[in-house]
Every structure is written in structure tokens, then in C-alpha cells.
């Protein structure tokens, strides 16, 4: 089966269960991408996935069609992440920290690497830099917004997205030296 | 390298990409969304059961408020109005049989008053029998008063809808539907009163409907005890439009015809009437030098008759109804309420042979009259697109039909069946 979007919203409005699976077949596979980028564990990112489009096919009747479907789910998939992990952002509180970043000379080295590679590179981060590293650089989030949605401060926001940066240029370099056989210990 | 550049980066590594979902994730989405389905029937299970022992309750009760303790009155056992004429007139009471016609039975009214000139001089009258008295019959009617039955309106109405969209999916907004409907019923037709009738029947069609006379007496009309209970039917067609998960707003235009029967007295006034028993005579003196006088009487005679009514009301009806789920599945309730505005088309009484009586169909009625409903529907989905409903509403007049006493509220159950066509 391969429904028109109009069609696809309208029989999952209806909860026919075939329109269900369809639209789950056709967003899952990013979406799962979106969760593994929030979580630590595969597990974790399961759970995001079945969570949201749990919400999703109960609260498709009010998608209103002022964006497309993929941005609507998408955001249902953020959010539920961000639930799951805001436990854990109160464990592991943000300061703000001063950071160099000088991403100069790694633009070529980012290039290089592979998305999987560098989701794993993400997943590493800590969780508070992780979350706010995914919702500025790849949800289009502000940081103003990001300080409202987390209940931390702008500056909060900031610092800690420096702090990702600045891991990830760690680690992006340290697995460039290991490849090149140059790593210093 | 800014950090626009760094972002872009980011970004673009990303676009498009996914990654394999376990299949056991599908299978638990599948799981939570029958658990919340069944879950959903049985909390609405036991509301199903509380709502159809209510239903059945009220409609148990209505019905026996309607037929047990409230009964339509029935016609008086005697004729208030004839039983004012034998009151008011002592002289003897003939029947003239060669009067009669077909059903129409007369009375000659007596009372024979001899009414002559003083100081008149007897006289010899010809082949007259000098010792009969002659007289003007003194007619004195009165309306009788009749009592009004209390009313109470029951109308049964059956529908046949056609085209009528899917209520089991209350997610769906804006959903519209149309159907035909058609119904039928009783209903009490003394709201007008029977005295606003007897006023409204048109003298000359009265009298000849009696068949004895010129014209007939108004005020001496009366129509007896009330009207019989009638026949209403409608046929009209309804459509409607789904606003939201559970609202609905619903219109149309029916076209309501009520019939019903009853019987009237009439009072027939014949003018210059040389008939039965009533004569004149010349008086001729004897001497020849007087002026011959002839006396003569003026006289009226009056006939009562009975005869058969035949009233019919038809009028327009536009309902506009709001409605509220709040059960939307293969079992369904509704609570509607809504205003009826009713237009007046036409309003006639007739006799068995149809000669109008009374055709002024503003006299008795208004041309428009409003309701109030307040009802609770129950569906049930038969088959894929047949619904069968049943709805008890009540009515409530906010203004009359009839512009002679206040229209009573009354109860009404509608049942029918729906065609879903989409």
C-alpha cells in the first residue's frame, strides 16, 4: 500500500490500523535516528520511538496541517526524548563553563566521518550537552527557547553547547589520530 | 570556520538518514493501541448499560404519564347546547318528518307566541282555524361553553433517511449528511378551542351544509365537545453537519399535515318561510266599507342540525437543532436541542361532501408559531451503513399555533432508520 499524506492523516484519524502501520513504516526509520541521537542506550531509544508514536497516532486527530507531517511527528519524537531525559538533567545539573572553540581545521575531519560515526560521537557526549547540542545544531533550536524548554538559563545554554563542541572536537580528533596512527597518549 | 558552517555540517550528515527499527517496536505500539481500544469499551461498557436503563426508563415513564394519568378528554356525554335549547323553550316539540334529510336530522324549535295588535277587532278568516294562535318564534341561542380537553400531543412519527454519513468514527470533523423523512402520529386538536371553531364556521356553507336554510346563525353554532383525535403526518427532508469530535447541528423542512374530524351544531334561521305549520291569513271584515285587513306574521322559523367537520392544518416546519455525543460507536446517544419555527400553509374546515366551511386560515391561527426540543436520541448500527434510531423529545411551545388559547407543551418519540452513504 502507498498512500497520498492527505489520505495517510485521514485513516489514521479514523484508527484504521493498516494507515497506522503504513505511516509507522514510512517515519520510523528517521525517527529512530532522532531517538538514538538523544539516548545512551538502544533500549532507551526503543522506548522513545514506541512512546511518541504511541502519542502520535492518539493525537493525530488534532494535527492541524499547519506543518508538514515528518516536522509534527518530529517534534512529538524531541519532546518524549526530552522527558526521558529530564531526570536525568537534573542528576547531571549545567553549569556554565568557558570554552575555546576553534573549529577551523576541523572542518575537513567533520566531513570525513560518516553519520553513524559521528551519532556515536553524540551519544558519548554527556547528557546535558548532548540533549542541547541536538536541539541547536540539529533541531534549529535558540537558545532562548532551549533555556525555556530545559528551565535552565540562556547562558546555561550556551556554555554547555561550547562544552559539546569542544568534546566532540576531542573525540573527533582523537579517533583521527587513531586512524592515522598519530595518537599521543 | 564559523559556527553557521559547523551546524551545516552537522546537519547535513543527518539529512535523510534512518536507521533499522527492531520489530518489536511496531508490535508493542500495535499492543498499547488495542489496549486503549479495549479499555475504552469496557468503561463505556457499563455507561452503555446505566444509559439504556435510563432511556428505557423515561420512555416508560412518559408513556405512562401521557396515557394513564393524563387521558385526552372525552366527548361530553350530552350535548351542552341542545340541552340549552330544551331549557329555554317551554312549548311542545314536534318532529317533522318530511324535513328530514339524508343524515341530517331536524327539530322544529316550538314556542308559539301569539303577538297581535291591541284593540283589534276578531275577525273572520277564511279556511282559517281562527282558534290557532300564531306567533313569531323567539330564537334565543347561546353559545355553549364548551369546556376544553386538556391537551396533550402525541405524535409518532416513523423516518426513512437517506444519505447520511458515519457517526461510528467521532474523530472525523465537519462530516455532513442529508436524508428524506417521513412520519406519522396523533394528536389533540382541541388547542384551538372549540369555541374559536364554532366562531370561524362560515354561515352561508353552514347552512347549506344543513341543507334547511338561507344562511345560518353564527352565534348559534356549536361545535361538539371538542374535535376528535386526528392524524398527523409530515414528510420532509433533514440534513446536518458534524462540528468537531462530538457536536453535531442539524436542519431540514418538513411539511405537516393535520387531520382530524368532529361534528358541530348549527342553527339554521330560514327568513320568510310559508312552511309547516306556519301560515298566514287574510282578514276580511264584515262590512264591506272597512279596509279588508290581512294580517299577516312575520315569521322566522330555525332549524338545528348536526354536521360533520373535517379539519385540516397544514403547516411547514424548520427545525435547528444542536446536538452533543455522548456515546458515538456502534451504539449511539445523542442529546439534541433545538428551536422549530412553524409556518402556517393552510387551514380549512369542510363537511363529509368538501364545501368549505371555513376557509380563513388566519382567524384561528398564526401564521407562525415556535417551538422549543429537547430530546435524547439513541442509534444503533444495524448494518455497515443502516442505523436504526429511536428519540423521545419533548416539545415545548414558546409561541402558539393557535392565536385563541396558549398551544400545550407535549411529547413526541420518533423512531426510524438512517442510510449511511458515505
Same mark, same amino acid.
Given at each position: 500500500?502507498?498512500?497520498?499524506?492527505?489520505?495517510?492523516?485521514?485513516?489514521? =484519524?479514523?484508527?484504521?490500523?493498516?494507515? =497506522? =502501520?503504513?505511516?509507522?513504516?514510512?517515519?520510523?526509520?528517521?525517527?529512530?535516528?532522532?531517538?538514538?541521537?538523544?539516548?545512551?542506550?538502544?533500549?532507551?531509544?526503543?522506548?522513545?520511538? =514506541?512512546?511518541?508514536?504511541?502519542?502520535?497516532?492518539?493525537?493525530?486527530?488534532?494535527?492541524?496541517?499547519?506543518?508538514?507531517?515528518?516536522?509534527?511527528?518530529?517534534?512529538i519524537v524531541v519532546n518524549t526524548a526530552l522527558n526521558h531525559q529530564r531526570s536525568k538533567l537534573y542528576l547531571y545539573p549545567m553549569v556554565d563553563v568557558t570554552e575555546l572553540n576553534d573549529w577551523s581545521d576541523k572542518e575537513s575531519i567533520i566531513s570525513s566521518l560518516s553519520y553513524d560515526e559521528l551519532l556515536e560521537l553524540i551519544r558519548e557526549l554527556p547528557t546535558g550537552c548532548q540533549v542541547i547540542f541536538n536541539l541547536f545544531a540539529l533541531e534549529g533550536y535558540k537558545h532562548h527557547e532551549i533555556s525555556k524548554k530545559l528551565d535552565i538559563s540562556e547562558g546555561t545554554s550556551k556554555s554547555q553547547y561550547s562544552r559539546a563542541k569542544s568534546l566532540l572536537s576531542e573525540k573527533i580528533l582523537s579517533r583521527e589520530s587513531y586512524r592515522n596512527g598519530t595518537g599521543k597518549f | 570556520m564559523g559556527q553557521g558552517s559547523f551546524e551545516d555540517i552537522i546537519g547535513k550528515k543527518f539529512e535523510g538518514k534512518g536507521q533499522e527499527v527492531p520489530s518489536g517496536v511496531w508490535e508493542n505500539v500495535n499492543n498499547a493501541l488495542n489496549a486503549d481500544l479495549v479499555s475504552h469499551y469496557q468503561s463505556s461498557h457499563s455507561r452503555y448499560r446505566w444509559l439504556t436503563a435510563a432511556a428505557i426508563l423515561i420512555a416508560i415513564s412518559s408513556f405512562a404519564i401521557h396515557y394513564v394519568t393524563i387521558p385526552i378528554q372525552k366527548k361530553a356525554e350530552?350535548?351542552?347546547?341542545? @340541552?340549552?335549547?330544551?331549557?329555554?323553550?317551554?312549548?311542545? !316539540?314536534?318532529?317533522?318528518?318530511? *324535513?328530514?334529510?339524508?343524515?341530517?336530522?331536524?327539530?322544529? %324549535?316550538? @314556542?308559539?307566541?301569539?303577538?297581535?295588535?291591541?284593540?283589534?277587532?276578531?275577525?273572520?278568516?277564511? &279556511?282559517?282555524?281562527?282558534?290557532?294562535? *300564531? #306567533?313569531?318564534?323567539?330564537? !334565543?341561542?347561546?353559545?355553549?361553553?364548551?369546556? *376544553? @380537553?386538556?391537551?396533550?400531543?402525541?405524535?409518532?412519527? +416513523?423516518?426513512?433517511?437517506?444519505? !447520511?454519513?458515519?457517526?461510528?468514527?467521532?474523530?472525523?470533523?465537519?462530516?455532513?449528511?442529508?436524508? %428524506?423523512? #417521513?412520519? #406519522?402520529?396523533? +394528536?389533540?386538536?382541541?388547542?384551538?378551542?372549540?369555541?374559536?371553531?364554532? &366562531?370561524?364556521?362560515?354561515?352561508?356553507?353552514? #347552512?347549506?351544509?344543513?341543507?334547511?336554510?338561507? +344562511?345560518?346563525?353564527?352565534?348559534?353554532? @356549536?361545535?361538539?365537545?371538542?374535535?376528535?383525535?386526528?392524524?398527523?403526518?409530515?414528510?420532509?427532508?433533514?440534513?446536518?453537519?458534524?462540528i468537531g469530535r462530538k457536536w453535531t447541528l442539524e436542519s431540514g423542512l418538513a411539511y405537516t399535515n393535520l387531520n382530524n374530524t368532529g361534528s358541530a351544531s348549527v342553527n339554521v334561521l330560514n327568513g320568510f318561510s310559508n312552511n309547516g305549520e306556519v301560515r298566514t291569513g287574510a282578514i276580511k271584515p264584515e262590512n264591506p266599507n272597512q279596509e279588508e285587513l290581512e294580517t299577516s306574521a312575520r315569521i322566522q322559523t330555525s332549524a338545528n342540525g348536526e354536521i360533520d367537520l373535517n379539519s385540516n392544518i397544514q403547516f411547514a416546519s424548520m427545525p435547528l437543532k444542536a446536538g452533543y455525543y455522548i456515546m458515538d460507536n456502534k451504539f449511539s446517544v445523542r442529546l439534541n436541542a433545538g428551536v422549530a419555527a412553524n409556518y402556517l400553509i393552510e387551514n380549512s374546515l369542510s363537511d363529509p361532501s368538501n364545501q368549505i366551511i371555513s376557509g380563513a386560515h388566519s382567524d384561528l391561527y398564526n401564521d407562525w408559531s415556535f417551538d422549543g426540543i429537547g430530546g435524547l436520541e439513541f442509534g444503533y448500527r444495524l448494518f455497515n451503513k443502516i442505523d436504526m434510531t429511536i428519540e423521545p423529545n419533548y416539545r415545548y411551545s414558546i409561541t402558539p399555533l393557535s392565536n385563541s388559547i396558549t398551544s400545550p407543551s407535549r411529547f413526541v418519540v420518533q423512531t426510524g432508520f438512517r442510510y449511511t452513504l458515505r
Open positions: 500500500m502507498n498512500f497520498s499524506e492527505e489520505k495517510l492523516i485521514k485513516g489514521c =484519524q479514523k484508527g484504521k490500523r493498516a494507515f =497506522q =502501520q503504513e505511516l509507522y513504516d514510512k517515519y520510523s526509520k528517521g525517527m529512530y535516528l532522532v531517538a538514538l541521537r538523544y539516548s545512551k542506550a538502544q533500549q532507551e531509544a526503543e522506548d522513545i520511538l =514506541q512512546e511518541a508514536f504511541i502519542k502520535v497516532f492518539k493525537n493525530i486527530k488534532n494535527f492541524r496541517k499547519d506543518s508538514s507531517l515528518a516536522y509534527w511527528i518530529k517534534k | 350530552t350535548n351542552s347546547y341542545n @340541552a340549552l335549547l330544551t331549557k329555554n323553550f317551554n312549548s311542545v !316539540q314536534f318532529q317533522v318528518s318530511d *324535513l328530514s334529510a339524508g343524515h341530517l336530522t331536524f327539530s322544529w %324549535l316550538p @314556542a308559539i307566541i301569539l303577538d297581535k295588535p291591541e284593540n283589534e277587532p276578531p275577525v273572520n278568516i277564511d &279556511n282559517v282555524d281562527r282558534s290557532e294562535e *300564531l #306567533a313569531t318564534i323567539e330564537i !334565543q341561542t347561546k353559545t355553549a361553553e364548551i369546556e *376544553l @380537553a386538556e391537551a396533550s400531543n402525541e405524535i409518532k412519527s +416513523f423516518y426513512r433517511t437517506l444519505g !447520511q454519513s458515519s457517526r461510528k468514527k467521532s474523530s472525523e470533523k465537519n462530516e455532513f449528511w442529508a436524508g %428524506l423523512e #417521513a412520519g #406519522a402520529g396523533k +394528536f389533540n386538536p382541541n388547542f384551538s378551542g372549540a369555541n374559536s371553531i364554532s &366562531n370561524s364556521i362560515n354561515s352561508s356553507a353552514a #347552512a347549506t351544509a344543513v341543507g334547511a336554510g338561507d +344562511f345560518s346563525n353564527p352565534s348559534a353554532n @356549536a361545535v361538539q365537545d371538542g374535535m376528535n383525535e386526528g392524524v398527523a403526518t409530515s414528510v420532509g427532508f433533514d440534513f446536518g453537519v458534524k
